[in-house]
């Protein structure tokens, strides 16, 4: 046991430096192959030549658009003062529609963005939104400090992998996507890349953290294998979804190869569940083995089982809710239309949210056992050398 326990501080330190030089030279080479597939011109989809959009405040209504019962019916025409850009400083009309998607009910202080369009001749000014960055900033930090004071040291790592996450769907997935790769293996490389980095921060280099990444990749390809299965059991491509009129003129621009687009996006919004799941089966074990290391592989790989039990009812119940949610709109209009249930059962887009949803959902039931075994055989296998150690 003090065998063990004893570690000369050099070789720490020597350890440490290590680790130190591996994770810069990591890091290196990560910022040079982002900066190498971002490396590229864009083809522009829309003219915006002499259209910006800048921040500005209005300072007078000139002219309402409420009548005597308070319902707003046309264009509102605003008084704004432009608070950046060229023109900034300037305090130019402008107009404001009372749609819900583009402009918005403007009074005196209030600041919103405003398109700016400029000719020649003449500068046009409109109000196309609400200025609510620095509200979603707000919200935003308001997260991060929930996620900071719930799980103070741990909860920064879950922090900084959140930003990895987003960082990797930006500026990995998506340019290699637009450059005409096959969407579902940047899917999957991009949850390889996402996995072992998050998964990294939260349990550092150990046998959990290996199992952990092994099963959400795992499962996170399974979930991909079977919606592709699903979709070509039902007859359904990716060239169903409703977006499917712009995603054809966005190919026709790009050479996206928007049919993966479906179960690229299956695997991206199984991953984090995959993920919790292989953390949660793993970090149970882990302790279990910790606690009682003379434990063999049979009866950690069910410990873990009982555990992923549990976590399966309440995560596949997640998945499932979140895909509803998504689709709010889709069983809106399903309820108030009264469709005939043959109709309803067959129609794309009521097929899609059932693949996507039960694909998913299977990722995180089979991630279950795959993590329980890869644990059980780690720690199993070393069970009998730890209770030598312990007498």
């Known amino acids: 046991m003090v065998k063990r326990l004893m570690k000369p501080s050099v070789l720490s330190k020597s350890n440490l430096f290590l680790r130190f030089c591996i994770a810069l030279a990591v890091v290196l080479a990560f910022g040079a192959v982002i900066r190498k597939i971002n490396d590229f011109s864009k083809t522009p989809l829309q003219t915006t030549d002499g259209r910006t959009f800048v921040k500005a405040a209005v300072v007078e209504i000139v002219k309402d658009n409420a009548d005597e019962t308070g319902n707003r019916n046309g264009y509102q025409t605003v008084m704004l003062e432009i608070l950046e850009g060229a023109h900034k400083g300037e305090k130019l009309e402008a107009s404001s529609s009372s749609s819900y998607l583009y402009g918005t009910v403007c009074q005196v202080g209030m600041k919103v963005i405003a398109i700016l369009s400029e000719s020649p001749n003449e500068v046009y000014l409109s109000v196309y939104s609400f200025y609510r960055t620095q509200v979603l900033y707000v919200i935003i930090l308001l997260f991060f400090l929930s996620i900071y004071l719930v799980g103070r040291k741990q909860g920064l790592r879950a922090i900084a992998g959140l930003v990895f996450t987003c960082f990797c769907i930006w500026y990995l997935f998506l340019p290699l996507v637009y450059q005409g790769y096959s969407p579902v293996w940047c899917a999957v490389f991009t949850c390889i890349v996402t996995t072992a980095v998050t998964i990294y921060f939260i349990g550092g280099i150990s046998a959990k953290t290996v199992c952990a990444i092994l099963g959400t990749v795992s499962g996170v390809c399974i979930s991909g294998f079977l919606s592709l299965l699903f979709c070509r059991m039902a007859r359904i491509s990716g060239m169903n979804v409703s977006e499917i009129e712009s995603l054809i003129y966005v190919r026709q621009e790009t050479g996206i190869q928007i049919g993966e687009l479906l179960h690229a996006g299956i695997l991206i919004a199984a991953l984090g569940a995959v993920m919790d799941v292989s953390m949660s089966v793993a970090s149970t074990v882990w302790e279990i083995h910790e606690q009682n290391p003379v434990l063999g592989a049979m009866v950690l790989f069910k410990s873990g089982m009982n555990v992923g039990r549990d976590v399966i009812g309440t995560m596949s119940n997640t998945l499932i809710l979140a895909f509803a949610g998504g689709s709010i709109n889709t069983l809106i209009f399903l309820y ?52 030598h150690d312990y007498t």
Do not use: H, T, W
């Open 336 to 387: 108030a239309y009264d469709y005939d249930y043959q109709q309803m059962m067959n129609m794309y887009s009521v097929g899609i949210e059932i693949i996507q949803g039960i694909a998913s959902s299977m990722g995180v039931i089979l991630a279950v056992p795959l993590v329980s075994a890869g644990m059980a055989f780690f720690c199993g296998r070393n069970s009998r050398k730890d209770s």
